[in-house]
Structure formats: C-alpha cells, structure tokens
C-alpha cells in the first residue's frame, strides 16, 4: 500500500480544476515529451474511463497538450495550449475511447512524432492528488513514476547488457535508488528503467549508447 500524505490530497500547484483531470493529466504528457528525442510535430491523444468522459470540462486536453509541450502543472501557458501549440507548428487530436473498460479511470495513449519522422507511444495513469504512472513504454508494459531522477535504455535483451548499465553508472558513482528491466520476451526488446535520488550525469547517455545492444536512451531529469 503506498502512502499518501496531506499533500497527496491537496494536490500539487496546478492550473485547474482537479488535480486528477488537470494537473494530473499534465504531469503524464509532461513526462512523454522528456522521453521524446527531437522537436514534436504531432500529438495524438485516446483518453479511456472518466478522461473520455469529462476531458473538455475538466481541462484534461488543454493539460494534457500543455504537458506535451514542456508546460508544468502550474504553467498559466496551458490555459492557451491550443493556440500555442498551433503557433509552433504542433498539430494535435484528441479521441474518447468508451469502448476499452478494462483500465484505470484516468488514462490516457499518447502517441508522439518528431520532425524526423520518429513515432514513440506511451499509456498513462493519473492516480490522484496529482500522482501519475507511466505503465507502457511503445507496447512494452513497464512500471515508472517519474518521482525520481532517471535514465531509460531501450535495449536487445542480450547478456551482458545490465552488467554493461550499471558498470557506466558505478563509474559516475550514481547512487540506484530502483532497477527495473522490463522485456517484450526473451531475446527481444527490453526497458531498463534505473532511477537515483540525484541528478543523473549527462554524458551517461553516450556512455550507455557505446554498447551496440543498446538502441536509445531517454535521460529524465527533475
């Protein structure tokens, strides 16, 4: 059972009406846009249970595109996201799926393209008080809070990776608060998230790319 503070109910500082809807929402398209490598073109949003139902109410679209855009939860800029989002060039669509029930209340699909082309999707929660979970990284189920720094490597899954991960960051002296490795099935694609209580090296990221089993990776910094 996690715990959950006076904080956790008050919610953070946010542009509302709810941190659930709003701030919640933002903090997950937040995250998306720190994993996307290069400048954003086009956001396409799928909101499944109560985002499908109360997401032009609620702000959840104008959040949600302002997250996506590098707004954070208190960004008075998400209120106009829409016209900011236009100017820069950013097309952006919203779709309600009522079809899906299976799923947490709060979640939403993201699915980003660069200016080079590259597509990257992701599936968010938001668990209240402004609390949010990134549980699909491109069709890989993964677990990961974005409450730490991080560091996340796509990868073969072949031997020696993990050893190769976490001898680059011994050698930064990175102190791993969690480790996870997340795969599709043996030998295919594999997530390792490693998360630490400080910030990240950002040279890692060449360091970790010289292992030829190693095929990206998105440094998240707080």
């Keep these: 059972m996690s715990f959950i503070s006076v904080f956790d109910v008050i919610g953070p500082n946010m542009v509302g009406p709810s941190s659930s809807h709003t701030a919640g929402a933002c903090a997950i398209a937040y995250l998306a846009q720190k ?3 290069g400048v954003l073109k ?4 799928t909101l499944y249970g109560s985002f499908a139902k109360t997401y032009q109410g609620h702000g959840t679209d104008h959040a949600l595109l302002g997250g996506i855009m590098g707004f954070a939860t ?5 209120r106009d996201s829409f016209v900011i989002a236009r100017k820069q060039g950013i097309s952006f669509s919203f779709t309600p799926n009522d079809q899906e029930t299976e799923l947490h209340p709060n979640t939403v699909d993201i699915r980003m393209e660069n200016e080079d082309g590259r597509i990257m999707t992701l599936r968010g929660e938001s668990l209240g008080g402004g609390k949010v979970r990134i549980v699909r990284i491109n069709q890989v189920e993964v677990d990961f809070t974005g409450e730490y720094n991080a560091v996340i490597i796509i990868q073969q899954d072949r031997p020696g990776v993990a050893a190769h991960i976490t001898r680059c960051l011994g050698d930064h002296q990175v102190n ?11 030998g295919e694609t594999a997530y390792t998230i490693v998360e630490s209580d400080e910030r990240l090296p950002d040279d890692i990221t060449a360091e970790l790319m010289v292992n030829p089993h190693v095929h990206d990776v998105m440094l998240i910094q707080k």
């Design 35 to 37: 994993m996307n490598n």
């Design 42 to 45: 086009k956001a396409d949003f």
């Design 74 to 78: 208190d960004d008075i800029r998400i």
């Design 176 to 186: 791993i608060a969690f480790m996870r490795i997340f795969r599709e099935s043996k």
